[in-house]
């Protein structure tokens, strides 16, 4: 799986993947399973040192999403920006690679210690904590769900330390 794997030095990886093969432009999102693909089992703490280490450092008003299980399992997002995209398109922030992700699926939103994600009518949806979302806070360690990739939030661990809403 490292070898599959791009990052940038820490550990953490950073916007649209290198190198990634570019489709056509007509849109093959393909429907993923039935509902019982889509049930909500969360993960354990069974982070890593490395992932723990990345947490930890986390610079303040930033967040992480960590891919769980799907294709790029291991692979670390730095949300460190007021909008980041994610979905197959090849420009997307955060790109997944899988038919079962809508070119333009989701946004993930910054505003001041707040995240957000809003979906982007995709076929499959998105999901937090096992429920379908047009949009959602996200909260500490909640797990979202794009097609296959299942990933986990995480904020700065300066930024848990702050009042709701600043």
């Known amino acids: 799986m490292d070898e599959n794997r791009r990052q940038e030095p820490g550990g953490i990886r950073r916007g649209s993947a290198d190198g990634a093969a570019s489709h056509a432009s007509h849109d093959t999102t393909q429907t993923f399973g039935h509902d ?5 089992v969360p993960f354990g703490s069974d982070l890593s040192e490395a ?3 990345a947490i930890d450092a986390l610079p303040a ?3 992480l999403l960590i891919v769980r299980s799907g294709p790029t399992a291991g692979a670390r997002y730095l ?4 909008v980041m995209t994610v979905g197959r398109h090849p420009e997307a922030d955060i ?3 899988d038919v079962t992700v809508s070119r333009r699926h989701a946004e993930i939103t910054r505003e001041a210690h707040r995240f957000e994600i809003v979906d982007q009518r995709s076929l499959n949806g998105t999901y937090v904590n096992g429920e ?3 949009r959602a806070t996200l909260v500490n360690g909640a797990e979202v769900r794009i097609g296959k990739f299942r990933l ?15």
Do not use: H, I
């Open 152 to 166: 986990n939030f995480f904020v700065s661990p300066g930024d848990l330390a702050q009042p709701t809403g600043q």
């Open 51 to 53: 992932e723990l280490g």
């Open 79 to 82: 949300l460190d920006t007021d």
């Open 132 to 134: 379908r979302v047009d």
């Open 36 to 40: 019982s693909d889509l049930s909500f």
């Open 95 to 97: 790109f997944f690679d």
């Open 61 to 63: 008003g930033s967040a």
